[in-house]
């Protein structure tokens, strides 16, 4: 059964920064692309960051040079490093994979940028 959870998110002031973190089961994380998405209140969800099979890596506009997307083949875990953040970042933050054939996601991490 494959299953993702989030953690690392929370509260940090503008210019701080955070890592989360997406545990992975029922799978391997280095066989199937990885992706972040994050949903800003009353705003769609939107694709932040993706790694895939191969090792190469995407970044939206707004967040390239500032995240970093990464996996743990050995913890079964992808990462996003979060640096310079600014209250726009502020989101639920989701891991997602697709997997034979299905979507999957997490539950969720809370990110808020405040000061």
């Known amino acids: 059964q494959v299953q993702l959870v989030e953690s690392g998110g929370g509260l940090v002031q503008p210019g701080g920064s955070l890592r989360l973190s997406c545990a992975a089961s029922g799978f391997r994380v280095n066989n199937y692309a990885q992706d972040w998405y994050r949903q800003a209140p009353g705003k769609q969800r939107e694709l932040v960051a993706t790694?895939?099979?191969?090792?190469?890596?995407n970044y939206a506009g707004s967040v390239k040079g500032r995240f970093t997307i990464s996996r743990d083949n050995t913890k079964n875990t992808v990462y996003l490093q979060m640096n310079s953040l600014e209250p726009e970042d502020t989101a639920v933050y989701y891991c997602?994979?697709?997997?034979?054939?299905?979507?999957?996601w997490g539950q969720g991490t809370q990110v808020t940028v405040s000061s």
């Open positions: 997602h994979t697709y997997v034979r054939n299905y979507d999957y």
């Open positions: 790694v895939t099979t191969l090792g190469l890596r």
